[in-house]
């Protein structure tokens, strides 16, 4: 039995919020590493971005040749069951960034 045959149909969090994650962990990833991350081609992490930053949740910088990634932790949750809460609720509630894990350790 492979791994893979022990993963679940389904996840507790959407592809969206999963690039999301990604991004707010390493703001200089490459799409091409977020989509690995996510299990997702690289178009859709490409599409999911433009969503992102279209609504707001994230923006993109161009740095030379790359990207940099800011995510609006005040920008609201969209779905209703989550009225009143921001972003930075999710962010916060699942744990510190790779980012801030290096710079404590």
């Known amino acids: 039995m492979s791994s893979d045959d022990l993963r679940p149909g389904w996840t ?13 962990d390493d703001p200089e990833i490459r ?8 299990g997702i081609t690289e178009r859709a992490a490409q599409r999911i971005l433009a969503e992102l930053v279209e ?7 161009k740095v030379g040749r790359r990207n940099r990634y800011t995510v ?3 920008h609201a949750m969209r ?6 809460y921001a972003i930075g609720a999710l962010l916060a509630a699942l744990g510190p ?9």
């Open 31 to 38: 799409l091409r590493d977020v989509a690995d991350r996510v």
């Open 79 to 84: 779905h209703s069951a989550q009225f009143g």
């Open 55 to 61: 609504e707001g949740y994230v923006k993109a910088t």
């Open 72 to 74: 609006d932790r005040d």
């Open 12 to 24: 507790f969090l959407t592809n969206h919020a999963q690039v999301l994650l990604c991004l707010h």
């Open 97 to 105: 960034t790779r980012a801030s894990r290096e710079r404590s350790g």
